[in-house]
């Protein structure tokens, strides 16, 4: 076994019991209300269990802080692909003079040799 391999079941075992206990301990049904104005008869309700509510929460947060960072990060694709459309021309700009200086090398060879 490798270390990481080592490493990732030293801690991901460890959250794995923790979060199954955490399910078995929790679960009652909770009533989740979307409705804010009518507590009698809301809107929009879901029961659910507890644990089920944290696991969303926590994935709803996970996947909230992947798009604020792939959206904060944009600035770096853009000057990324701007580099990268610099680097294409600045390359094709380098082949075209090589091409010329090496046709106008052969031109001045067949010159001088005559």
């Not at 990324?80 to 091409?99: N, P």
Request: hydrophobic residues 50%; positive net charge; contains cysteine.
């Amino acid at each position: 076994m490798t270390i990481k391999r080592i490493f990732n079941w030293l801690i991901g075992l460890p959250i794995a019991i923790v979060a199954i206990v955490f399910a078995v301990a929790n679960r009652q049904w909770v009533t989740i209300s979307f409705d804010p104005l009518n507590r009698t008869h809301p809107f929009a309700t879901v029961d659910m269990p507890l644990w089920a509510l944290f696991f969303c929460g926590i994935f709803v947060g996970i996947f909230a802080g992947w798009l604020v960072a792939w959206i904060a990060q944009g600035r770096y694709r853009k000057a990324l692909r701007e580099t990268r459309i610099e680097l294409v021309r600045t390359q094709q700009l380098h082949e075209r003079e090589k091409r010329d200086l090496q046709s106008t090398a052969v031109a001045t060879r067949q010159d001088s040799a005559l």
